[in-house]
């Protein structure tokens, strides 16, 4: 158990000031907080502040109980029964259609399994052989690693093949032309969290006969997402961050309904056939976004998430991405008032219209910034080769957390604590 964090050791008169109004700020806020009773719905330290929700959410309580029954019930006593008895066959629809709401999308047409990876890897073949008389793959130069890891791959795999990496914004609507099969970018950018004009990219990608692959990673449970509204074609998105699935949860797609009959993925494994038990020789693919299932579902991690998905249907979304931008707002400020004499900028939008639920700061000594603020129960982490990243999971952060977050962040800052040896060794993970 972590101790809880010590006071404030700011001695500046108006920083020491600023945090005395920040925190009868924060506790009005919480106070008035239409969200705040949900958090009570996670297994939290208490010594401990999360804001790295959108690379590893908290735990839902209900995820231990349901886990308990999953392994003691269905798979213990149950065994290969479980598969119709309970649902286990059925259950990449079944917390796909629970994703469907946060996302715009409609009921049967997103599917989880397998990794944001290996489905942006499936949504960009089917998106190639949708246009098969197109060879460009256009990708964000700055996209996520993965991503871009993933076009790289299956531009050596398909003869002619090739990737255009560009910059984001103008740039990737002007390099869009009849030459491109697809545009694979994030909606919310993993670093900047600057957001995507989602709209847009469809409407110039879809006149020039270009299909779209959003990455949903950053979005997803942070921002207003409208797949269908706004003509996207495909789309991806990680379930272990802001929708708390737990450390390695599958991943979703989304194919759009428009597509759905024609769309096919290579990865046709036995679990997307139209009907995998009559064991034909030949792959006939299911009916629905159920042909974007591979093999045999994960049935652990899906099940955690699955539970984790239940509390989604109770939230106000419009109160959630309010208080999203919200928090990101009140850290900023804060740490504007409080942490500029140390070099620290924002290198996030300003606008929080434009913001997803993360904030990235430049930090000179980042990495063991990082390290000396998890060392005091406050988690955010380093991205290279300077940013240090905070998310606010609107579901569980509180605008208190925001206050003592930034007052660690000052007090290691104003003491050097990040500069003791422990903090400054090297490691694989960052
Ligand atoms: C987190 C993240 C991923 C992770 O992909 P995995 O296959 O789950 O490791 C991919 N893309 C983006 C944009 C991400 O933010």
């Not at 047409?109 to 089917?126: H, I, R």
């Not at 991205?383 to 930034?406: C, Q, T, W």
Request: with cysteine; hydrophobic share 45%; aromatic share 8%.
């Amino acid at each position: 158990m972590m101790s809880p964090l010590p006071a404030s050791s700011a001695t500046v008169p108006g920083v020491e000031a600023a945090f005395r109004a920040a925190r009868a700020e924060a506790e009005a806020r919480d106070r008035a907080d239409p969200l705040g009773h949900v958090r009570e719905r996670f297994l939290l330290n208490e010594g401990t502040i999360n804001l790295d929700g959108n690379s590893l959410g908290s735990m839902p309580r209900a995820v231990a109980e349901r886990m308990e029954r999953v392994l003691k019930q269905e798979w213990a006593d149950g065994l290969i029964r479980s598969w119709g008895g309970a649902e286990w066959f059925r259950l990449p629809e079944i917390a796909g259609d629970r994703i469907a709401p946060l996302i715009g999308a409609g009921q049967g047409e997103v599917v989880v399994g397998d990794s944001t990876s290996v489905n942006l890897f499936k949504c960009m073949a089917a998106a190639l052989a949708m246009r098969p008389e197109r060879r460009v793959l256009v990708a964000q130069a700055d996209n996520f690693p993965t991503d871009n890891y993933i076009a790289q791959g299956l531009a050596e795999l398909v003869p002619g093949v090739t990737l255009r990496a560009v910059d984001t914004g103008q740039a990737l609507i002007e390099a869009i032309d009849s030459s491109v099969a697809a545009v694979v970018l994030s909606h919310v950018h993993y670093r900047s969290a600057a957001i995507e004009d989602m709209p847009a990219i469809n409407r110039a990608a879809g006149a020039s006969g270009a299909l779209t692959v959003w990455d949903l990673s950053h979005s997803t449970g942070a921002v207003p997402v409208d797949l269908g509204g706004s003509g996207a074609d495909f789309a991806v998105g990680c379930t272990y961050k802001y929708l708390n699935g737990g450390p390695g949860a599958p991943a979703f797609c989304w194919v759009s309904p428009r597509h759905l009959p024609n769309a096919r993925q290579p990865l046709s494994g036995w679990m997307g056939h139209q009907s995998p038990f009559a064991f034909d020789y030949g792959y006939r693919p299911a009916e629905g976004v159920r042909r974007f299932v591979c093999g045999t579902p994960q049935i652990l991690s899906l099940s955690a998430l699955d539970e984790s998905l239940k509390l989604w249907s109770e939230i106000d979304l419009s109160a959630l991405f309010g208080k999203s931008r919200e928090l990101t707002s009140f850290f900023i400020s804060l740490v504007e008032q409080t942490c500029t004499e140390f070099g620290l900028a924002v290198d996030s939008p300003r606008d929080p219209e434009k913001r997803g639920s993360h904030v990235i700061l430049r930090c000179k000594h980042g990495l063991p910034v990082i390290r000396a603020l998890a060392a005091e129960g406050v988690i955010g982490d380093f991205r290279a080769p300077d940013g240090i990243r905070f998310g606010f999971a609107a579901l569980y952060v509180r605008f208190a957390d925001v206050v003592r977050a930034v007052e660690a962040l000052h007090r290691t800052l104003a003491i050097r604590s990040w500069n003791r040896e422990e903090f400054n060794q090297e490691t694989v993970v960052t």
